[in-house]
């Protein structure tokens, strides 16, 4: 081979070296920006299943103020959503995490629902007005 070949040869593979060291630098950046938004969703999706948990809670701790004969089985229900929030507090949420304690929520919200519809029937029986 020439030099002016083995030059040309080199100076092609400095080029693509350089174009390759580029290329990963971009993708690098862009993957940093990625994970960064996920992890924001995440946090925020995760803000959000606490706050709902704490307000299913209170919700429990009404009930619990104004129907003294179903106690143990509102306590059991706000013992699960404590529970939940406990593991949400202390795990690092990924996609599937999120999606498993969305579905643990929605059984928890609706538990709550019903037992805050059969209680208050129950109670507007008694003859109390339940207006909120």
């Known amino acids: 081979m020439s030099g002016v070949t083995k030059e040309t040869i080199q100076k092609i593979l400095l080029i693509a070296l350089a174009a390759m060291t580029v290329s990963m630098v971009f993708i690098s950046v862009f993957n940093y920006k990625d994970n960064q938004q996920k992890s924001d969703y995440l946090e925020k999706e995760k803000i959000l299943v606490q706050e709902e948990l704490t307000e299913i809670i209170k919700s429990y701790d009404h009930l619990i103020k104004q129907n003294t004969a179903n106690t ?11 529970e939940l929030l406990n593991k949400i507090r202390h795990t690092v949420l990924d ?38």
Not at 74 to 80: G, I, Q
Not at 106 to 128: C, H
């Open 72 to 82: 143990e089985e509102l306590l059991t229900e706000k013992n699960k959503a404590k």
């Open 95 to 132: 996609y599937e995490t999120i999606i498993q304690y969305r579905r643990q929520l929605l059984v928890l919200r609706k538990n709550n629902l019903r037992l805050q519809r059969k209680l208050n029937i129950g109670m507007s029986a008694d003859g109390l007005n339940l207006a909120y």
